[in-house]
């Protein structure tokens, strides 16, 4: 049965709205962290930790307030997470500590979580079945161009009025958005379904396992893999999945079905994303540090180099994520993971005096392929969702596609930055420590993207209608 509403667009502007804020303000804070270490005259490690407390809330929350939408309705959840994600940005603004910092940014990630597992639903529920792609590219093309200005005019705000101005600025877009999605918004018509069996343990162990997990490289790249830090970690993320495994087992509805994880349309996209969609915020945040650590005196070039890479997601979303609503996934994912693959060979050639070409072709190919990869990987996974679980269904793959990035980010970012600190130490120049981190880096990513390849071809083969 086709789903859709004669109005299903007009319907989607609130969401669309909310997206679009959530891509301008994370584009602005792109630049925050470097900013913020930097003032606060901390080690770059710190960077690692401002990105990851907002991941680790993004990520580990989004299955649960996915299927609070379910119970309270979309309009109401979408309404709720810009509520908490405007009050994050607020308490990020008047941050004077780095244990400020990382609270206000969990919870601007809590916001996140709430918002787009909503935008996703809609689309899973109220778009024509053959348009669901497009849907989808619709919104990674909101999400990415939204941010295509933001790293470089946030590095523009921090040079002339500080981090702290440049978060005041997200703060005043998320108060106009609010604004207007509480006018578009017709809570009267809101689809709400009663609370049954809701699984508050399952909740609670989603949150301390997956953000457990997310903390295991970088503690161990920081503090040692035979600290005590490391090994307390290490045990506790495998008791944590230990009574996870338990409670959704013993669980009437668990927040993470297993029928649903256990798909190969589910594992094997969660796979390749790991291998790949982490690159994305790790070369991002890398590509900064490197500009600093080469040419403190024009950091804002690096602000511009991650806009094209952006300005590459929102086409890549456009020109390659429709493709799988008329090919076969498995042989665009073919052709567009080598683009990473391709972007990540770019940085073999960087060095001391790279130019803002090289920079930008880097992250500008690396973005093409990521914003098709994105796409692609909504359209195998959720195409197929019932109405009625798509609020938890979005969060589920929500929670494992939010874990990809973050994950990249605290295994890439700690072996740049720790190797660029370990070469110091050996007597090596601040500017080749830093080129020679950013080669090995190139390396190993071009490993992953390689070995992802070879896991989408596993996928089921799609069947034409």
């Given at each position: 049965m086709e789903r859709k509403?004669?109005?299903?667009?007009?319907?989607?502007?609130?969401?669309?709205?909310?997206?679009?804020?959530?891509?301008?303000?994370?584009?602005?804070?792109?630049?925050?962290?470097?900013?913020?270490?930097?003032?606060?005259?901390?080690?770059?490690?710190?960077?690692?930790?401002?990105?990851?407390?907002?991941?680790?809330?993004?990520?580990t929350c989004a299955p649960i307030l996915g299927k609070l939408g379910d119970v309270i309705g979309r309009r109401r959840t979408l309404l709720l997470g810009i509520s908490v994600y405007t009050m994050g940005s607020v308490l990020t603004s008047l941050a004077g500590s780095l244990t400020a910092m990382l609270a206000a940014r969990f919870i601007v990630g809590i916001g996140t979580a709430a918002i787009a597992p909503m935008v996703l639903a809609y689309i899973v529920?109220?778009?024509?079945?053959d348009k669901?792609?497009?849907?989808?590219?619709?919104?990674?093309?909101i999400s990415s161009a939204a941010v295509i200005v933001g790293p470089s005019l946030g590095g523009l705000m921090v040079q002339s009025y500080g981090w702290r101005g440049m978060i005041w600025l997200c703060t005043a877009v998320c108060a106009v958005v609010f604004t207007a999605c509480l006018f578009l918004t017709n809570l009267r018509h809101d689809v709400r379904n009663p609370v049954v069996d809701f699984d508050g343990g399952g909740a609670v162990l989603v949150i301390l396992f997956f953000g457990l997990f997310l903390c295991i490289p970088s503690v161990g790249q920081n503090f040692g893999w035979t600290s005590a830090m490391f090994v307390v970690v290490l045990i506790s993320a495998i008791a944590a999945l230990a009574a996870l495994v338990f409670a959704e087992k013993r669980a009437a509805v668990p927040i993470l079905p297993g029928s649903f994880l256990l798909r190969r349309r589910f594992f094997i996209p969660v796979l390749a994303m790991f291998l790949t969609q982490g690159l994305m915020q790790a070369n991002m945040t890398n590509v900064i540090v490197f500009v600093n650590e080469t040419r403190p005196e024009n950091s804002v070039i690096s602000g511009y180099a991650v806009s094209i890479m952006y300005l590459g997601m929102s086409l890549g979303a456009v020109l390659l994520g429709p493709l799988a609503d008329r090919f076969d996934p498995r042989w665009v994912l073919s052709f567009s993971l080598p683009l990473t693959g391709l972007g990540c060979a770019v940085m073999l050639w960087f060095s001391a005096e790279s130019s803002l070409f090289l920079l930008a072709l880097s992250l500008g190919l690396l973005g093409l392929g990521l914003g098709?990869?994105?796409?692609?990987?909504?359209?195998?996974?959720?195409?197929?969702?019932?109405?009625?679980?798509?609020?938890?269904?979005?969060?589920?793959?929500?929670?494992?596609?939010?874990?990809?990035?973050?994950?990249?980010?605290?295994?890439?970012v700690p072996m740049f930055t720790n190797l660029i600190t370990a070469l110091m130490?050996?007597?090596?120049?601040?500017?080749?420590?830093?080129?020679?981190?950013?080669?090995?880096?190139?390396?190993?990513?071009?490993?992953c993207v390689a070995v992802s390849v070879?896991?989408?071809?596993?996928?089921?083969?799609?069947?034409k209608k």
């Open positions: 509403s004669a109005s299903y667009m007009r319907g989607f502007l609130p969401y669309a709205l909310a997206a679009f804020m959530v891509g301008i303000a994370g584009g602005f804070s792109t630049v925050l962290g470097p900013a913020f270490v930097q003032d606060l005259d901390i080690g770059y490690q710190n960077t690692t930790w401002t990105a990851l407390a907002q991941a680790v809330s993004t990520a529920t109220e778009f024509p079945a669901v792609a497009k849907g989808f590219s619709l919104y990674m093309l098709g990869n994105g796409t692609i990987f909504m359209k195998v996974v959720l195409a197929d969702l019932p109405p009625g679980q798509a609020g938890s269904g979005t969060g589920t793959y929500g929670l494992f596609r939010d874990i990809s990035a973050p994950f990249g980010v605290a295994v890439f130490e050996d007597g090596v120049s601040r500017e080749a420590a830093a080129v020679y981190a950013v080669r090995r880096l190139s390396v190993v990513e071009l490993v070879l896991v989408v071809r596993m996928l089921p083969k799609t069947q």
